[in-house]
């Protein structure tokens, strides 16, 4: 059984940061592919980053070069850290994952576990 349990989610002001984590034992699998995806409110679900099971990541439009998803295996945890955090980033955000995957893309239906979601606030 894959556990997902995000933590780290808050309020923070524009241009501030931010960094979720993801307690997950995706990393004792094989052929993983791991990710963030966020719905903000009156949006639907949309990813915002994605980790092949090389470490290959590949980010949104919307936050490459604000945001970034390192892993830290030995520990089980899966982060993501946010920086220049905009209005827009306002949204519940959600890690995935799924093993046996032999195309990681960013899309929901790739991903079998998910996680309850953490609330993320941008707001001045």
């Known amino acids: 059984q894959v556990q997902m349990v995000e933590s780290g989610g808050g309020s923070v002001r524009p241009a501030g940061s931010l960094t979720l984590s993801c307690a997950t034992t995706?990393?004792?699998?094989?052929?993983?592919?791991v990710g963030w995806f966020r719905q903000g409110p009156g949006y639907e679900r949309e990813w915002v980053a994605i980790?092949?099971?090389?470490?290959?990541?590949d980010y949104a439009d919307s936050v490459k070069g604000r945001f970034t998803i390192p892993k830290d295996a030995a520990r089980n945890t899966l982060y993501l850290q946010m920086k220049t955090l905009e209005e827009e980033d306002t949204a519940m955000y959600y890690c995935?994952?799924?093993?046996?995957?032999?195309?990681?893309?960013?899309?929901?239906?790739?991903?079998?576990?998910w996680g309850h979601g953490t609330q993320v606030t941008v707001s001045s």
């Open positions: 995935a994952a799924d093993f046996g995957v032999w195309q990681c893309r960013p899309t929901a239906s790739v991903f079998k576990y």
């Open positions: 995706i990393f004792t699998f094989s052929n993983i592919c």
């Open positions: 980790m092949d099971t090389k470490g290959s990541a």
